[in-house]
C-alpha cells in the first residue's frame, strides 16, 4: 500500500485523499471483511 501513500504525497491533494478513501473500501468489500 505504500504505493498508494507515494501517490498521495506527489499530488499532495485532498482529492488523492478522498480517492484512496475510495479504493481502500473498495478493496474492503471485495474481501469481504
Do not use: A, E, K
Request: no cysteine; hydrophobic share 50%.
Amino acid at each position: 500500500m505504500s504505493l498508494i501513500w507515494l501517490s498521495i504525497g506527489n499530488q499532495s491533494s485532498i482529492n488523492s485523499i478522498f480517492l484512496w478513501i475510495f479504493v481502500y473500501s473498495f478493496i474492503f468489500t471485495s474481501h469481504g471483511r
